[in-house]
């Protein structure tokens, strides 16, 4: 790329005795006031300036910022590098395998496509908690997880020799974004680059930034790296050269002052900050952390907090560089060579935090962390903030609307009582709590049969913890959370307790460095003695491969409909995203998980409530097992090194056995397998000529699916269980797959056949268009029947009447999920009309060529009468063929009376590169044409 240099910013910068080149800030005016977060984005056009798409007014523009003005100016941010999971990254690497063949079919040179960006990623989401609570569940789980992904696995193995630039860390590392922060994370990148005379080279800093295929890349915001996530489509653009269009955003400044208190954790302070800028409003914004406050926040808080970004709609959520940053990429084993750097690139930039200067930004939130106080959230969102004294009570509120068969105890207008019971003839004398349990009582009429598990006899109720899970990269990369969740359940052992016989329990750490410590603070026995045994190392509960429930307590769920509960240390609870057994579904910090594990049901007051009695029949409560902060500094001080982080990396490209010993197919482009269920090449090319289509107006359309508010990404795509009678189901036993090898729709991502299959299939969505429904149903116009959506859809397709979906506020919010808006393009869906979108999963869809438009302001489907039974015309998208975007098209929805409802959507195509993918049917068609225009 040839690049300008208008602000003669290109300058040297010498450290240790090599020199390196920089683009100087301090040659543009006004970038000292800026926001950090708004220089690492300047820097990275002064670096791209090429006269064309990148030019000196945007440099001036994003000098210029105005922190008051609503986003309007158009800037293109070239990420340093791609991070990528295995869900989400398998379908970029099939997808780039289809753009060599669709580069061949016209005319061009298929290794022309290849990463011109690094692009790494780590297996993470593939393994499933089949076995837990056993000394052998790591190896089993392990088996059956290369015994799944087989397919998977080697393909992977092909893209990484057959792609430049492009490394695959194998199973049984990490979590993408714990490896992220411990390993792969630069802070400040360099990369050797031609010199100006072309005759020879020069080495080039610049600051580390990303984008990744998960919404939790932010987690790396916690070492000042600007990074956040995308769908796979938009990764595959950025490892591809293109850059991420994007406005200069509106920044909100959090400053945090004073000190967490003993009792609370960075989860509490997580949950806390999530509640706060979701009600403040930061969809689309940065967050940026500041204050005196910042120098007293560890680096593993900070990553937690970034991590969350996502659950409170930031597009970002960083924090600066400064002692604390240095300090812990010493800790996790990077070179002096690249310390130095990174404090001498940052001072000389105006990167390095200085508390006493506090900059402008266009919104100010302030957080006392010293008001911060114990909290889960749940029951199906991250930012539902519960109060930990107040959990029994909120539970109790909820419930009703869980439980369909639910009725009151009686109790004076309360809902409840207790409710997991252990058999009777227990009550009163010894149990496995080491003493006497609380006396219980049940929900009137709805306890189960008493079922056998694990040699005793209990009954359970609505309200029992199923699932306690320490998993997920927000809190297993925080040694504070985890040495307090050892040092609890040692306090636990110590006093006689056990976990409640119901519960399944599991530990996932998000690296190895994890298992090292807690061998070293010697209190893997204790977490043993819970249940806690490790499991794997991956996202496993959080993403919803928790694996099955014992088979006599999953039984017991359906006989009754019980709402049980699962309790996860983990950034997101989404209706049936965790297990599809489990109801409702709390995030909790990895200490609390084992109190709840203790506990045995969400209904249980942790003030009050003794978690049973110790051998000398004292009480026991959770006050007596919390560990004290200076006990956990101490055990961490003593237990964490250096040369656990460089030992446990040294090798991390190079996998184990298994990994080294698949077979790896050879080739510039892939040989696809046709017998294949994993790996399939997709139709996004078919028939693709060197030039668009011209863009066409919709009429006729019908409605698939109507929804209400904050349907995720989840609800449209699920990563979890396929079910056996689902239109997945079906095709994979059409196919010869055994119930027992089904995997999961997350790992099944390479099959375009299984995802169309899946799209909207969530067990827990809700169809409007069907009354008291849940599932992947919808109604079929055409016959008046209900129907799986797959099956209307392809009877729709069939006489090509295009298809609409109706949504309500926060459309798409949660993972960033190619798939869903994928999927939603194959099922025949035109438009998506909603009251609000969340960022990534409006881009994807205009990605696949999907028009997201919005209702105007205050209206929805509701206010303007629209039930879903409407035939839909939406007319003035043919504008768009002369080079502009339109503000609005006019949308009628003729009802089966005659009337019609008429009202001009707002587009959300936002930017001039996003009307650029949507006029070429897509982001990749996009590219694709630009390479063979180019060659």
């Known amino acids: 790329m040839s690049t300008v240099d208008s602000f003669a910013a290109k300058q040297d910068l010498t450290v240790g005795g090599t020199d390196y080149e920089i683009y100087a800030l301090d040659a543009v005016e006004g970038a000292d006031k800026l926001p950090y977060s708004l220089k690492i984005l300047l820097e990275n056009l002064l670096r791209t300036e090429d006269g064309a798409n990148i030019t000196a007014d945007h440099v001036r523009a994003l000098a210029g910022w105005d922190p008051e003005a609503d986003p309007s100016v158009e800037i293109q941010f070239t990420p340093g590098r791609v991070i990528m999971q295995d869900f989400t990254g398998v379908p970029c690497v099939v997808d780039l395998a289809t753009m060599r063949e669709a580069m061949q079919d016209l005319g061009g040179d298929p290794e022309k496509i290849n990463p011109l960006a690094p692009a790494e990623m780590v297996i993470d989401h593939s393994v499933m908690i089949d076995v837990a609570g056993r000394l052998d569940a790591l190896e089993k789980n392990m088996e059956l997880e290369y015994e ?20 695959v860390v194998p199973p049984g590392t990490g979590i993408v974004h714990q490896v992220n922060i411990e390993y792969l994370a630069r802070t400040v990148m360099t990369r050797e680059v031609p010199n100006s005379t072309g005759d020879g080279s020069v080495l080039r800093a610049y600051p580390d930034s990303c984008v990744g295929t998960d919404s939790h890349t932010t987690m790396v915001n916690g070492l000042g790296v600007l990074g956040w996530g995308v769908g796979g489509i938009e990764a595959e653009a950025a490892m591809l050269g293109q850059p991420v269009s994007m406005l200069i955003p509106r920044v909100v400044g959090f400053k945090l002052t004073g000190e967490i208190p003993p009792a609370a954790t960075a989860t509490d302070v997580v949950l806390t900050i999530t509640e706060m800028l979701r009600d403040h409003g930061a969809v689309g914004k940065f967050v940026e952390f500041y204050g005196e406050g910042v120098t007293q926040v560890p680096l593993a808080n900070r ?48 990167l390095w935090h200085d508390p006493s200067k506090e900059p402008v930004y266009s919104e100010y939130l302030e957080l006392d962390l010293s008001t911060v106080v114990p909290s889960i959230a749940g029951p199906k969102r991250p930012q539902d903030r519960i109060v930990l004294t107040k959990a029994k009570e909120s539970f109790r509120e909820v419930l009703p609307s869980y439980a369909a068969h639910h009725e009151a105890s009686g109790n004076g207008g309360d809902t409840a009582g207790t409710f997991p019971a252990s058999d009777p003839a227990s009550q009163g004398s010894d149990n496995d709590s080491g003493g006497s349990a609380p006396e219980h009582q049940h929900v009137a009429g709805r306890a189960s049969n008493p079922v056998r598990v694990k040699g005793e006899d209990f009954s359970i109720d609505h309200g029992i913890v199923s699932i306690a899970s320490i998993t997920s990269c927000t809190n297993t990369s925080n040694p504070s959370v985890m040495m307090a969740a ?72 359906a006989e009754k ?49 003794s978690l049973g009695t110790d051998k000398d029949g004292n009480e026991v409560y959770l006050r007596d097992l919390w560990p004290s902060p200076t006990e956990v500094e101490k055990v961490i001080a003593e237990s ?150 797959y099956d209307a859809a392809q009877a729709y397709a069939a006489q090509d009447i295009p298809l609409v979906v109706l949504a309500g506020k926060e459309y798409g919010t949660g993972s960033s999920r190619d798939w869903a808006a994928k999927g939603t393009k194959l099922l025949g869906v035109e438009v998506v009309i909603a009251e609000s979108f969340e960022r990534i999963h409006r881009s994807n869809l205009i990605g696949m060529g999907v028009l997201p ?53 707002v587009v959300r195509i936002d930017t001039p590169g996003e009307a650029e993918y949507f006029r070429n049917g897509g982001i990749l068609q996009y590219v694709l044409r630009s390479l063979v225009a180019a060659a």
Request: hydrophobic share 35%; proline share 5%; glycine share 10%.
């Open 853 to 905: 438009l919005q209702y105007p302001a205050g209206e929805s489907a509701e206010s303007l009468g629209l039930d879903g039974t409407e035939t839909f015309s939406v007319s003035g998208v043919t504008a768009m063929n002369e080079g502009s975007v339109p503000k609005t098209v006019k949308v009628v929805a003729e009802k089966q009376d005659g009337s019609s409802a008429e009202f001009d959507a």
């Open 486 to 557: 050892g040092l609890l359940a040692q306090n636990a052992v110590d006093r006689g307790l056990v976990a409640k016989p119901w519960v399944k329990t599991s530990m996932a750490p998000g690296s190895q460095v994890v298992t090292n410590y807690y061998t070293k603070a010697g209190l893997w026995p204790a977490l043993e003695s819970l249940g806690f045994h490790l499991v794997g190392y991956g996202c496993t509960t959080c993403i919803g491969n928790s694996g099955p429930l014992d088979p006599e307590i999953s039984e017991a769920i």
């Open 303 to 350: 990553a937690t907090i970034g991590n969350m970004s996502p659950e409170f709609g930031s597009t970002c959520a960083i924090f600066p560089i400064d002692e604390v940053t240095v300090d812990y990429m010493r800790l996790t084993g990077r070179s002096e060579e690249q310390l130095a750097l990174v404090e001498s690139y940052a001072k000389r930039q105006g």
């Open 640 to 789: 964490i090194s250096q040369e656990m982080f460089t030992e446990d990396y040294q090798d991390v490209f190079t996998g184990d056995d298994r990994w080294r010993a698949l077979p790896t197919p050879e080739g510039a482009t892939f040989e696809w397998d046709s017998e294949s269920t994993y790996v399939r090449k997709p139709p996004y090319f078919e028939g693709m000529g060197a030039t668009p289509d011209p863009l066409t107006d919709v009429s006729g359309a019908r409605v698939l699916v109507k929804v209400g508010d904050s349907t995720t990404t989840d609800h449209i795509s699920p990563a979890g269980a396929i079910k056996l009678d689902s239109p997945a189901g079906r095709y994979l036993q059409e196919h010869g797959v055994a119930r027992k090898d089904f995997n999961s729709y997350g790992s099944r991502r390479g099959n375009h056949e299984i995802m169309i299959r899946g799209t909207f299939a969530n067990i827990r969505i809700r169809n409007q268009l069907l009354d008291g429904v849940e599932g992947g149903y919808t109604k079929n116009f055409l016959t008046g029947e209900q129907e799986f959506i």
């Open 148 to 167: 799944r992904n087989r397919e998977r696995y080697q393909f992977l193995r092909w893209g990484q020799t057959a792609f430049d630039d492009f490394k």
């Open 561 to 609: 409909d019980l709402a049980v509960t699962a309790v996860l240390s983990g950034n997101r609870n989404f209706e049936g995203r965790i297990n599809p057994d489990v109801k409702m579904n709390y995030l909790a910090s990895p200490p609390l998980v084992i109190a709840y594990a203790l506990a045995g049901t969400m209904d249980f007051d942790f003030e009050n409530d």
